[in-house]
């Protein structure tokens, strides 16, 4: 067994309407950052998983998102595993 | 009759909705703590507004967990009359008993003050005693109203009847200027294919005694009554 670091990013699917990130791109356009495009504020999640390999993680992430971490009619996600080393 | 109100930790609406059955309705309630799954008896679960489990994640994301969420899903399968006000709507829809999702409003803020809806569709459980296109004055009051689906599911709402509920000028018209939160095509509530399960974001317990402004949602709770003693 080891011990894996790992790292959700959830974001809306493209085509949905992100209100909060329509707002955080119209505050930095007023702010003179007029170049910045294409903002999306998602969530973050971040755990620890005890597993025997990469691919054992990877499906209880997988699992879990179907369950409930993840709302696939208006949410996507990437993750990143790394594992611990002592 | 009896109706079932689940409590989850964060329901704040459930004494509302179990006051308007009891004391304005005159019929019995029985109020489900969230770890319970014997719905023995019940004939209506009407799952209220509030925060459960403080919407972390999403709105309605870790209610669709509790047992008594499981016990629901089972009873409406089995063709039993399930409403959901508010976050009882966010909730259904998180437990996948009604299609779709919620988005933040489009304003991004709270909004709570009274709407009008037009009724769509008249031929449910829990609308039958209106007219429809009716117009009624019933109070919103979320921060994730702004309903959104697939183009596909939006096309097969619309083709079923199933957009029971929609915003609207006080007379009717139903427009961009009077939808509130951004949502699909200024929908306020739908139902499933059958019409055994309905979700709504207004909160018709609020608008039942002429105390406190409106008696536009009482006949919601009238209906299903009528449909279930009838």
Request: aromatic letters at 8%; charged letters at 25%.
């Amino acid at each position: 067994m080891a011990n894996y670091s790992v790292k959700i990013f959830v974001t809306y699917r493209k085509g949905v309407l992100d209100p909060q990130g329509v707002a955080v791109e119209k505050a930095a356009h007023s702010l003179g950052f007029e170049k910045v495009g294409n903002v999306k504020v998602g969530k973050y999640i971040t755990m620890n998983i005890e597993a025997g390999s990469p691919e054992e993680v990877k499906k209880e992430i997988e699992e879990m998102a179907k369950k409930f971490l993840v709302n696939p009619v208006i949410e996507e996600y990437t993750y990143e595993i790394e594992e611990v080393k002592e | 009759m009896k109706f079932g109100i689940p409590v989850y930790p964060g329901s704040n609406c459930d004494r509302d909705v179990g006051w308007v059955i009891e004391k304005v309705l005159g019929h019995e309630v029985r109020y489900l703590w969230h770890k319970e799954r014997d719905l023995s008896g019940i004939d209506c679960i009407i799952v209220p507004g509030g925060f459960s489990y403080g919407d972390y994640l999403r709105a309605g994301a870790m209610a669709k967990l509790s047992p008594v969420t499981e016990a629901i899903c089972e009873f409406a399968e089995r063709g039993g009359l399930v409403m959901g006000i508010c976050n009882g709507f966010q909730i259904l829809l998180e437990a996948g008993l009604l299609p779709g999702a919620m988005l933040p409003n489009k304003t991004l803020s709270f909004i709570c003050e009274f709407v009008h809806l037009k009724v769509e569709n008249n031929e449910i459980p829990f609308t039958h005693l209106y007219e429809k296109g009716e117009i009624l004055r019933i109070p919103i009051a979320h921060a994730e109203g702004n309903y959104t689906c697939t183009p596909e599911t939006l096309k097969e709402l619309e083709e079923n009847g199933q957009v029971v509920v929609r915003y609207c000028s006080p007379e009717g018209i139903v427009s961009e200027e009077f939808n509130p939160n951004g949502s699909l095509n200024n929908i306020a509530g739908i139902c499933n294919k059958k019409g055994n399960v309905f979700g709504l974001m207004p909160h018709p317990e609020r608008a039942s005694e002429a105390i406190v402004g409106s008696v536009d949602g009482y006949r919601m709770f009238e209906s299903i009554v009528r449909s279930v003693l009838v």
